[in-house]
């Protein structure tokens, strides 16, 4: 991506690491002259401001130079003083050196020329600073001349060596000059003549020359490796050997690498100082290469320039930025990380547009397709070093902490390739919620539960907290009422001791009033008939008006009296007079008896104090029968939350444990502890699974079911147990029949963390809708039902429904290839499209030949081909398939013959006597040779197949027919009569061929190298006579006890269906249905479906028991999407026909 550009004819070179902001130093190039063709020179500063969007550059500074420059370099020497930005060198003509403060041209107070030698005889090409010493600077320039300058001594420079050392006759000029980035005594030059000298300057003498022997390399740049003291770059200038050689000093017979992707000579090389294995180079093929020495190939590409580029520099701060200096008089800045230029070229389209507007907006802007894709830049193919992370760490599910470093030895000195190291640790910070959930896993495995109860009685210290345990361990045990009525105070057995002692007290007293109540002597006794309330009385009973009788003790307050009489006159009588009783006598305890009789404990519940609920809880556990229990105690509960206060609130607990209501214990607590620690969830997880086994032994596992609340906190519980490393315990406590996606999609996290510790589990479903990410092929749709020979090679594009069920994809993959493979064909049908489409034709290669008949030849090979059914075996089968039966035989349960072409490869059959005019007439019906077993197109190919008959070619499209190669044979066709129809094309799904036809063809006699006689020959069974044979009847195995379950779900909901429907149509949809599933319950027998087929029908019988049709259609499209034709095609169409039909008979 361009970042900046510059119009300047001149040369570049960048600020260094250690300024900022970031500069970028233009001079006047010695090389390069403008239309006015003026000599001047100038000096140029430009800031580089990154956060600037505009393309240009700021400039801060301006020096007229005397003369023009063939190389500028920037040092940082006096960079340690108070406001120092270094010092700029620059070559001229002349053996000119200028040397420039970059301060006073930035501030333009003082003069910033430093000093001017001209020591050199011809122009000065090269320059570098040392990266060691800022101080010394190398120059090169022509006549072979290297002079060493000290800045704090400009007066003597110093030179390497003699002339005579390192140049022969003539001299060369100096190219390039590079300080080793490693040891800071080594400096190289390059020649043109195609070699590198390396200068040891402690010994003053050059100790190495490194050339090609080609002699046709021209040196043109130099570099040394940043981090490799013994490896550099050269790069060749010559047409004719434009290449990049790597060179080592330890082996330099040879380069160690040559890069060779350019097609011009090489102008500039630039090595990156953040990244080694990344190097930039400029050629006269217009072309900008970044390359990764490590593997050799371009990894950048900068799309072809108008004009050579003569330099190139990376940033020196800056690793993804590099400049390049063209001959067109342009300086351009990039960035290999590339990105598209649309933003700017937007802003630049806006800025022009705002100068032509007028007020109102312009059309938008309609960019050629081609511009608009000439203007993406691909991305750095290689992850640079600077964007690498030397040491990093992050946590990992099931509380792994993942850690990795850069190892300790330096980069270079490190074995390639090296092994990095990730330390994958368990972090576990909550020690004591371990302990304890291990404990309570361990009792809930082993069943000893009540001991588990009574140690945490035991260990509870809190009354409230010991009161609780001891109500969950009584739900444990027999007589749980009674129990429950002893912890809350009230026991029978201690209720008779206090009544027989109080007894026995008054005994004495009572016992002289009950012998007086003995008749002395019987006297006669006098009914009263007077006017007074015995009177009236008298005479009520005589006439049997015991209403009035009642009425009257009951004014009189004689209550005994009026109780024993209504007695007598019914139950409402005595409804009313205890009610009666009731209004006039005030008691302590007249409430109490009140609810008693008349069992009116919602009221109770509603009314009475909440200082007396372990007394109500305790009327409840005596009276209230198991239908009205459950729901009394949690209303008893839930207002001694509302009215009760804290304090009650605990103690509300006691009546969901009796009640059994896990999900409003687990929302009391939730009340109670707003901020939920680690131990306070694990004390509640202990109390909610110890009350869910107590409940599962009284109603059934199924009897069981877990609310909101409680699926929250079981879940929060096997995160954190998760987080812990406690993978497999967090699983056990998850829901297994909950459908929320937080679960589902935590219970697929839990299974695969587990990695090999769930072999022989099975592994849940995908709980994501799975998306297509990518380029999908645009194709017409095609459908396997149609009869013939054209196919479909196109795979429909899957629809972005959302999926409920998402299986397993298993890809299968041959051992070994095969000519055959080329024929397979890959058909895959929705089931939910309206009707068949049209079908794309087969096209036939070189030396492939619709098989007409089959050659003793092959029939007597055995040879292995590819099994490009996944079928267990050989295949082919053993022994040569026979024929199909004709169209008009085939059941609507037997296999498509789109399916059977798909199965079984078209086999190379090489057609003696065959004219080339043969397959211009019309083809005769035919059927593609291949069987099924019983159980159909997904049944396992075990037995030797029968002997095959004479196959035709089917009907379809002749061109694909007429461009197939046909060697020419003097073998004529039959003419077939005028009035022959070829056979209608199938278009319903085909189930399974009936085995009797396949015997009779097999006992055919077979004529080696004839085949079978024509149709209407003695001894050929007609159409006729194979439709009037009898089937033969076929013994199915028992079903498994795993897949009793779908049969039992079908079958109900066939019997419902036939229940609801009202009119005979839909009743022998239903009843052909019903014959058609048997084809499911054979390949169940057999065992020859995928799992995640099973997996998706055990979904839609659960679909279908809960009454979701809907849902299972849906599930039911999701399964037929990613299965195999051939595997589900006898099935699922009956199965989306009956789900269809009770989904309209139940909305």
Not at 171 to 189: C, F, M, T
Request: contains cysteine.
């Amino acid at each position: 991506m361009k970042l900046k550009e510059l119009e300047r004819p001149a040369v570049q070179v960048w600020s260094p690491a250690s300024q900022c902001p970031v500069y970028l130093a233009t001079g006047t190039s010695a090389q390069q002259l403008d239309a006015s063709f003026s000599t001047n020179g100038t000096l140029e500063i430009f800031e580089v401001d990154f956060r600037d969007p505009s393309l240009e550059l700021k400039c801060k500074g301006v020096l007229s130079a005397s003369s023009r420059f063939y190389k500028l370099i920037w040092g940082s020497f006096g960079n340690g003083l108070l406001e120092a930005s270094g010092v700029i060198a620059g070559g001229g003509n002349n053996g000119m050196l200028t040397l420039y403060n970059v301060t006073h041209i930035l501030s333009s107070e003082k003069e910033p020329v430093i000093a001017q030698r001209q020591k050199h005889t011809g122009a000065v090409r090269a320059l570098d600073f040392n990266p060691f010493q800022g101080h010394l600077l190398a120059t090169g320039a022509s006549d072979s001349e290297i002079f060493i300058w000290d800045l704090n001594n400009l007066n003597v420079p110093m030179t390497p060596g003699s002339k005579s050392q390192y140049c022969e006759q003539p001299p060369e000029d100096i190219k390039a000059l590079a300080w080793n980035r490693q040891v800071q005594h080594i400096l190289a030059s390059a020649h043109p003549s195609g070699k590198a000298v390396v200068w040891d300057l402690r010994k003053n003498e050059p100790i190495i020359r490194v050339s090609d022997h080609s002699n046709r390399m021209h040196s043109s740049g130099l570099a040394w490796h940043p981090e490799i003291a013994t490896q550099l770059v050269l790069c060749s200038e010559d047409d004719r050997l434009p290449v990049i050689q790597l060179w080592d000093l330890r082996f330099a017979s040879s380069p160690l690498k040559v890069l060779e992707s350019h097609s011009r000579g090489i102008l500039s090389v630039s090595w990156s100082q953040a990244d080694p294995e990344l190097l930039l180079s400029s050629a006269k093929d217009n072309q900008i290469l970044c390359w990764n020495l490590g593997s050799g190939e371009v990894v950048y590409k900068l799309p072809t320039q108008s004009s050579w580029c003569f330099d190139v520099q990376w940033c020196p701060r800056d690793p993804p930025v590099f400049s390049a200096a063209s001959f067109d008089g342009w300086i351009s800045l990039y960035s290999v990380m590339g990105r598209s230029w649309e933003v700017q070229q937007i802003r630049q389209a806006d800025k022009i547009s705002s100068s032509f507007s007028k007020g109102q907006p312009l059309p938008p802007l309609q960019v050629p397709e081609q511009v608009a894709q000439a203007s993406s830049i691909p991305p750095l193919k290689k992850p640079p070093k600077w964007m690498r992370r030397p040491a990093g760490v992050s946590f990992a599910f099931g509380g792994k902490l993942v850690t990795f470093g850069l190892p300790s030895t330096p980069a270079h000195q490190v074995p390639q390739p090296c092994l990095r190291l990730v330390f994958v640790s368990q972090v576990t910070t909550e020690s004591e919620f371990l302990r304890r959930s291990a404990e309570l896993q361990e009792s809930l495995g082993s069943g000893n539960l009540l001991n588990y109860c009574q140690n945490k009685i035991e260990l509870t210290s809190l009354q409230s907290e010991k009161m609780l345990w001891q109500f969950l361990k009584v739900t444990l045990e027999q007589d749980s009422r009674v129990k429950f009525l002893k912890l809350l105070g009230y026991s029978k057995d201690e209720l008779q001791k206090k009544a027989s002692k109080h007894i026995t007290e008054e005994a004495s007293a009572s016992s002289t009033f009950f012998d007086e109540l003995v008749p002395q002597s019987m006297t006669p006794w006098e009914i009263p008939i007077t006017e007074d309330t015995d009177g009236l009385l008298s005479q009520a009973l005589l006439l049997g008006e015991l209403g009035p009788a009642v009425e009257l003790c009951l004014k009189e307050e004689r209550f005994a009296d009026a109780i024993i009489l209504a007695q007598a006159g019914g139950a409402d009588l005595l409804k009313q007079t205890q009610e009666c009783y009731w209004a006039k006598k005030k008691s302590r305890i007249s409430s109490l008896l009140a609810c008693v009789v008349r069992k009116n404990w919602k009221d109770m519940v509603c009314t009475c104090s909440l200082q007396n609920w372990r007394e109500a809880l305790a009327l409840l556990l005596t009276y209230s029968g198991p239908e009205k229990f459950p729901e009394l105690c949690d209303m008893l509960g839930m207002r001694m939350e509302q009215e009760g206060g804290r304090a009650l609130t605990s103690e509300a607990r006691l009546c969901y444990v009796c009640s059994g209501n896990v999900e409003q214990l687990v929302e009391c607590w939730a009340r109670c502890h707003q901020a939920s620690s680690p131990l306070a969830l694990q004390d509640l997880m202990e109390k909610v699974m110890v009350l869910n086994r107590s409940l599962e032994l009284l109603r059934g596992p199924d009897g069981v079911s877990s609310g909101p609340a409680t699926t929250y906190r079981v879940t929060q519980y096997a995160n954190l147990l998760a987080a812990q490393g406690s993978l497999a315990t967090a699983m056990s406590y998850l829901p297994r029949d909950c459908t929320q996606p937080p679960i589902q999609q935590l219970r697929d996290r839990l299974f695969h963390a587990q990695g090999s510790g769930v072999m022989g589990q099975q592994c849940p479903p995908f709980p994501f809708p799975r998306v297509v990410v990518g380029a999908t092929p645009h194709s017409k749709e095609t459908s396997s039902y149609r009869l013939g020979f054209q196919f479909s090679h196109q795979v429909p594009t899957p629809s972005l429904r959302p999926r409920i069920f998402t299986p397993l994809v298993t890809p299968l993959t041959p051992s070994h290839s095969s000519p055959y493979q080329s024929s397979r064909m890959h058909n895959i049908s929705d089931y939910g499209s309206p009707g068949p489409q049209a079908a794309q034709p087969l096209p036939l290669g070189p030396g492939v030949r619709p098989a007409l008949f089959e050659p003793p030849l092959l029939r007597e090979q055995k040879a292995q081909v590819p099994n490009p059914t996944g079928f267990p075996g050989t295949w082919p089968p053993p022994g040569p398939p026979p024929p199909m039966a004709p169209p008009d035989t085939i059941q609507p349960g037997s296999a498509s013959l789109a399916e059977t072409a798909q199965q079984l490869p078209l086999l190379p059959v090489r057609l003696p006597d065959l004219s080339p005019m043969s397959f211009q007439s019309p083809a005769p019906p035919v059927s593609f040779p291949v069987t099924h077993p019983p159980g159909g197109p997904g049944a396992p190919c075990s037995n030797a197949l029968p002997t095959t008959g004479l196959s035709t070619v089917p009907p379809g499209p002749q061109d694909s027919l007429k461009n197939a190669p046909v060697p020419r044979t003097n073998l004529q066709r039959k003419k077939l009569p005028e009035t022959f129809m070829p056979p209608a094309p199938i278009t319903t799904p085909v189930m399974s061929l009936t085995s009797e036809p396949r015997g009779v063809l097999s006992s055919q006699p077979s004529v080696p190298g004839v085949g079978h006689a024509p149709p209407g020959a003695p001894g050929e069974l007609s159409l006729q006579q194979l439709q009037q044979r009898p089937p033969e009847k076929v013994e199915r195995k028992e079903l498994p006890p795993e897949h009793r379950s779908l049969k039992i779900s079908f079958d109900k909901l066939l019997r419902r269906c036939s229940l609801s429907a009202a009119d005979l149509k839909t009743k022998r949809k239903l009843d052909e249905a019903a014959q058609r599933l048997e084809c499911l319950y054979e390949k169940l027998c057999q065992g020859t479906l995928s799992p995640h087929v099973l997996a998706g029908l055990r979904e839609v019988a659960r679909c279908v028991d809960a009454g979701s049709f809907e849902q299972g259609l849906a599930v039911h499209a999701q399964v037929v999407g990613c299965s195999s034709f051939s595997e589900v095609s006898s099935f699922m169409p009956v199965l989306k026909a009956v789900l269809t039909i009770a989904h309209k008979l139940h909305t």
